[in-house]
């Protein structure tokens, strides 16, 4: 099946400060899309994003298909973005969920 | 919007015993998703309906999973009889349209603990 490798799996930050997570994936994919998941366990959809890019408020994420690969930055990060953030794939009706990468902000 | 519905929020059980758990998905989604998280495998899909019709169960482990889905509006997973293994959290999700090609919605998760 299709693999999904997120980088990196830790990152602390400093309130305030800018991040990039990236998601690599092994084949084209029908769709991609980016979870937040908060301390509370709860999965909150970011983006929809099979390619091209979209924004939405400090967060934006950018999917190159064709390189297979997406990345979501967060700008001016705050302690409520703390929490694990997923992509996830799809082809062919197989989804995967990539490990995760957890961010922590520090006030 | 209520979002998508689970209930219970934690459900703390003897191994052997019979689990169930419910979820309502959002009002006019057509599919339907059970997950299972851990932290030794992430997220798996266990599970899809789309229009009350089960599509994909691949990802069920056992014979002791089932999953029903008598109408639009609510899903059960039952796990019977339970072990300590299947200890996890259990996702519900929807989405508006066929298939996985759509944006998911998933609700708060059952925290499952079998002893």
């Known amino acids: 099946g299709i693999q999904v490798e997120q980088s990196p799996p830790d990152l602390i930050l400093q309130e305030g400060a800018n991040s990039t997570l990236r998601c690599n994936f092994s084949?084209?994919?029908?769709?991609l899309q980016w979870f937040h998941q908060n301390p509370w366990g709860q999965l909150i959809n970011l983006f929809y994003?099979?390619?091209g890019t979209k924004q939405n408020g400090r967060l934006s994420a950018t999917t190159v298909a064709t390189e297979r690969y997406s990345l979501l930055y967060i700008s001016s990060s705050q302690t409520t973005d703390s929490g694990v953030y997923f992509c996830a794939v799809v082809l062919n009706n197989d989804m995967r969920f990539g490990a995760g990468t957890r961010l922590t902000v520090k006030p | 919007d209520a979002g998508v519905i689970q209930s219970p929020r934690h459900e703390v059980t003897e191994m052997g015993q019979e689990v169930t758990l419910r979820c309502k998905p959002i009002s006019g989604h057509n599919s339907l998703f059970w997950y299972r998280q851990t932290m030794m495998r992430g997220l798996e899909l266990l599970i899809y309906f789309n229009n009350n019709v089960p599509i994909d169960d691949s990802g069920m482990p056992e014979d002791r999973f089932s999953a029903k889905m008598p109408n639009a509006s609510f899903s059960t997973l039952k796990i019977q009889p339970s072990e300590p293994r299947d200890s996890a959290v259990y996702f519900c999700?929807?989405?508006?349209?066929?298939?996985?090609?759509?944006?998911?919605?998933f609700g708060s998760g059952t925290q499952l603990s079998v002893l």
């Open positions: 994003i099979p390619s």
């Open positions: 084949d084209s994919v029908n769709n």
């Open positions: 999700a929807s989405s508006r349209d066929q298939g996985l090609n759509e944006k998911l919605f």
